[in-house]
């Protein structure tokens, strides 16, 4: 009874949001493993920011508290996609730590007779994980009427890992090309074996660096600048008000923002050597900065007082 009013949003989002949007919406969730249709989580997204919403403007008439504690409920969006995002990274990992045994067992299949597809079949029955998950729906996509070079390679883009797709596409051509494909797994499942193992490697190697940008993105600087702005209201208190004082406030939350994005960029850079990885990473630490920044600026000052 108490869900019906999420029930009744999602299918009146159901009839309004273009089914594309909603079909794409639904990838990125499944991607994330949640299984929840797409309409229902958003409906839920819009209960929880109005009543997030209606909760802290009672609270801000109750506890003078300032008018940007509203924004607080906006938060659950890139929660949510940050959260998607880690899911996808951690299904990636699996998959990629399962792929080189998955690779040998098909080869050692093929040797024994069976076809590329009564391999990939007979496999996909008795094997547990993402991996297995995926081949048994590209199994069912084969069955539906799919090309299987398409259905493959749709497979190998949702596994999400650029070493898997390279690899997959290696055996597509092998296959094609009327090599043996037994020998094309098994060569391929030691490149990746070596290849997984040098990227464990690389991170682990520049793990120190990561740390020092992340202190320094959601520890040092949001409190450097919480304490600039904690300045800046004594300032106003007594009288000394000036432009400057006014706008380092400002000042100091857009160069926070920028700060954190940029520290963003630099980890993806030194983790993954692609920069467009940062995204990720820039809205959690975004918001955690500022959260620590919003927390000294406003209760800085009195903890501060409390202590002398």
Not at 79 to 100: D, W
Not at 199 to 217: G, N, P, Q, T, Y
Request: hydrophobic share 50%; glycine share 6%; proline share 3%.
């Amino acid at each position: 009874m108490k869900f019906k009013i999420i029930n009744y949003l999602a299918v009146f989002l159901d009839n309004i949001v273009p089914e594309n949007y909603l079909s794409k919406f639904q990838d990125f969730l499944l991607s994330g493993a949640i299984f929840t249709e797409a309409s229902k989580v958003l409906a839920i997204l819009i209960i929880f920011i109005l009543s997030g919403e209606i909760i802290l403007t009672f609270a801000m008439a109750m506890l003078n508290l300032p008018v940007s504690v509203l924004i607080f409920p906006f938060f659950i969006l890139p929660g949510l996609f940050t959260y998607v995002v880690v899911m996808q990274e951690r299904r990636a990992q699996e998959i990629e730590k399962s792929a080189p045994d998955f690779l040998r067992q098909l080869s050692s299949m093929l040797q024994v007779g069976l076809s590329f597809e009564n391999a990939m079949e007979d496999m996909s029955q008795y094997g547990e994980g993402p991996l297995y998950d995926e081949m048994r729906r590209t199994i069912i996509e084969i069955r539906m009427g799919r090309n299987f070079d398409n259905a493959w390679r749709a497979m190998s883009k949702r596994l999400k890992s650029k070493e898997l797709e390279r690899i997959f596409d290696i055996i597509l051509d092998g296959r094609k090309s009327g090599s043996s494909i037994s020998n094309v797994l098994f060569d391929v499942s030691d490149d990746l074996r070596d290849l997984l193992a040098l990227k464990r490697e690389r991170k682990s190697a520049v793990m120190m660096s990561v740390m020092f940008l992340l202190i320094s993105a959601i520890v040092a600087t949001p409190f450097a600048i919480g304490m600039v702005s904690v300045y800046s209201g004594f300032m106003q208190s007594y009288g000394m008000e000036s432009e400057i004082i006014v706008m380092a406030q400002i000042a100091g939350e857009i160069y926070l923002i920028i700060h954190s994005i940029l520290v963003s960029f630099i980890i993806s850079l030194i983790m993954y050597g692609e920069i467009k990885k940062g995204i990720k990473f820039s809205l959690p630490l975004s918001i955690t900065s500022f959260a620590i920044f919003y927390f000294v600026s406003n209760f800085g000052g009195n903890l501060l007082m409390g202590g002398f």
